[in-house]
C-alpha cells in the first residue's frame, strides 16, 4: 500500500498562484504521491483540449490499429507478428504523471509479461470477432482480473507522451517554470524535481477531463451499470447469471465477457455503452477529497497546529495523547467549523477516503511540530491500516477510520487488532464518522471494548466524529 509522506504539490514546489493549473484544466498533481485517478482513453475524445481530442486521441488510434493489425495476421504465439505486437504493447512505467496506485516514492515498476500476454491473447480474441476498434484496449481491466485501469493508464499515457509533453512544456514556458531537456536526450524540455536519493523525476501535466476514479479492487458496479445500459446485453448477461441466486463479483465479469465475446456486434454495443458512460473525475463533487486537501496544503495550517510539544521520552502514551490531539482538532473542525461539507457530494457521503485524506493535513501539522511519523496506509503486515503513528521503534499508535455505513463491528473486534499485533502495539484508535446512520453500531463496540478492560486487555479507544450536515456557522445557536 502507498505510504504518503509530506506530500509536495506541483503548485506549490513550483511557485504557482492558486488556480494557475485549474484554469489551464490541468490536474495539479503531487510530486512524490500518486493520486488515485488514471487515464481513460475513452476519454480522449471528450476533453476541450483540441491536443488531446485530436492530435492525441488519432496517436492512441493509429498506435493500437497497429496493434491489432499485427495481432491479425498473427499465426502463433511468439512469431514475427506476435512480438511485433508485444513492443507495441509497452507496460514499462512512463514519466511522472501523478496518478496511479504508487507510493510516496514515486518510482513505478514495470507490470509482469504475464500481465501483456494476458492483454494480448484477449486483444487478440476480440479482434478475431471482426472488432477493429483500437479503443477495445480501455475495457481490458473489466475482462481480466489482473489488468488494472492503472496499468491502462500508464500504457496510454506512454503511447500519448508526445502531446502530454506538448502541453506540459507550453504550460511551463507560460508561468516561467525551469525546464530541462535532460542533456538532450529527451524531445522536450519538461520540469522536475529531486528525490532525495539523488534522482532527477520528470513530470508531465495531465488534463483533468481525461482522469477518472480508480475503482476499489473487484469493483464492478460501474462495468454492470454500463452494461444494462443496452437492453440485449443486459438481457443476454442475465440469462448466463440465471442458475445464481446472488452472484458474485468474479460471476458477474464472467458473464459480462462470455456476453460481449459472443459476437462482433454484442461488443460494439458494449464498448459504445461504456464510452457514453464514462465521465471524468468531477473536482467539483471530489468524490475522494484531494481538491479539498490540495486546498489545505496551500493554505496556512497554522490553525490546525498545537503548539504543545510533546516529551516522547516518557512512552508510547505520550504519542496517544498527541494522536487523540490531532483527532479532537479533526473531530472540532468537522463538528464546530465547516469541513464536514468536503465530507458530502449531493447528499450522500463521500468516500471514505476523503475524510482520511482531510484528516492526514491536519494531523501531520502535529506530527511535524513533535518530530512524529505519519504513515497513512502503512502496511502492517496484516493489511494495511489507515493511519501509523511511530516517535523509534517502540512508540506506535494506530488509528483506523471508518464511514458509519461500513463494518463498524468487524473493524474495531477484527482489523484494528490484527493490524496492532502485527505493528507489535497495544495502542489503537478507533475513529467513526457519523453520517447519521451509525445506529446500535456504537454500543456494540463499547460493550467489546469494556469487555477486554474488564478482562484486563489493552482496549483500543473509541472516537466518533458528527458529520452530519449542520447549519452554518451564522445560524447556530
Known amino acids: 500500500m502507498a505510504k504518503v509522506r509530506n506530500p509536495i504539490l506541483f503548485s506549490s514546489h513550483f511557485g504557482l498562484k492558486p488556480g494557475a493549473l485549474e484554469a489551464d484544466g490541468l490536474i495539479d498533481p503531487f510530486l512524490n504521491v500518486d493520486t488515485q485517478l488514471f487515464?481513460?482513453?475513452?476519454?480522449?475524445?471528450?476533453?476541450?483540449?483540441?491536443?488531446?481530442?485530436?492530435?492525441?486521441?488519432?496517436?492512441?488510434?493509429?498506435h493500437f490499429e497497429n496493434f491489432l493489425r499485427l495481432l491479425m495476421i498473427s499465426e502463433r504465439e511468439g512469431d514475427a507478428a506476435w512480438k511485433g505486437a508485444q513492443r507495441l504493447l509497452d507496460l514499462s512505467e512512463p514519466a511522472d504523471n501523478g496518478l496511479g496506485y504508487g507510493s510516496s516514492r514515486r518510482a513505478g515498476t514495470s507490470r509482469p509479461e504475464e500481465i501483456r500476454e494476458m492483454i494480448i491473447r484477449t486483444a487478440k480474441e476480440i479482434a478475431t470477432l471482426g472488432v477493429k476498434d483500437p479503443e477495445m484496449l480501455s475495457l481490458m481491466g473489466f475482462f481480466e482480473e489482473n489488468v488494472g485501469p492503472d496499468t491502462i493508464s500508464d500504457f496510454t499515457t506512454r503511447v500519448i507522451i508526445k502531446e502530454l509533453s506538448t502541453l506540459t512544456e507550453g504550460f511551463c514556458q507560460k508561468h516561467g517554470i525551469a525546464t530541462s531537456d535532460d542533456n538532450g536526450q529527451s524531445e522536450f524540455s519538461l520540469p522536475y524535481f529531486d528525490l532525495a536519493n539523488g534522482q532527477r523525476k520528470f513530470v508531465v501535466l495531465v488534463p483533468s477531463d481525461i482522469v477518472r476514479q480508480l475503482p476499489m479492487a473487484n469493483d464492478v458496479s460501474e462495468i454492470w451499470a454500463a452494461a444494462s445500459q443496452n437492453r440485449r446485453i443486459r438481457e443476454r448477461v442475465n440469462a448466463f447469471l440465471a442458475e445464481s441466486v446472488r452472484p458474485t463479483i468474479a460471476e458477474r465479469k464472467d458473464a459480462i465477457k462470455k456476453t460481449v465475446l459472443e459476437s462482433a456486434d454484442l461488443f460494439n454495443l458494449f464498448l459504445a455503452s461504456v464510452k457514453s458512460f464514462a465521465k471524468s473525475y468531477s473536482q467539483e463533487d471530489d468524490e475522494l477529497g484531494y481538491m479539498?486537501?490540495?486546498?489545505?496544503l496551500t493554505k496556512d495550517l497554522a490553525t490546525y497546529k498545537s503548539s504543545r510539544e510533546v516529551n516522547l521520552i516518557d512512552g508510547p502514551h505520550k504519542v496517544l495523547e498527541l494522536v487523540h490531539e490531532t483527532i479532537d482538532m479533526f473531530k472540532h473542525h468537522v463538528e464546530k467549523g465547516n469541513l464536514w461539507e468536503a465530507l458530502w457530494v449531493n447528499g450522500r457521503p463521500k468516500k471514505e477516503r476523503a475524510a482520511q485524506l482531510l484528516y492526514f493535513a491536519i494531523a501531520d501539522c502535529f506530527c511535524k511540530a513533535n518530530d512524529i511519523d505519519i504513515s497513512p496506509e502503512a502496511n502492517m503486515g496484516g493489511g494495511p491500516i489507515d493511519f501509523k503513528f511511530s516517535a523509534g521503534y517502540e512508540a506506535r499508535v494506530l488509528v483506523e477510520m471508518k464511514r458509519s455505513q461500513g463494518t463498524v463491528k468487524h473493524g474495531y473486534q477484527k482489523q484494528l487488532e490484527i493490524y496492532k499485533d502485527a505493528a507489535r502495539t497495544s495502542y489503537g484508535v478507533f475513529v467513526i464518522i457519523d453520517y447519521g446512520d451509525l445506529g446500535a453500531k456504537l454500543e456494540a463496540i463499547q460493550i467489546l471494548r469494556q469487555e477486554r478492560i474488564e478482562a484486563g486487555e489493552q482496549a483500543s479507544d473509541i472516537v466518533v466524529i458528527d458529520a452530519t450536515p449542520k447549519e452554518s456557522a451564522s445560524k447556530r445557536k
Open 39 to 62: 487515464i481513460d482513453p475513452a476519454l480522449l475524445e471528450k476533453s476541450a483540449h483540441d491536443l488531446i481530442k485530436k492530435d492525441a486521441l488519432s496517436t492512441f488510434r493509429q
Open 292 to 296: 479539498k486537501l490540495r486546498e489545505m
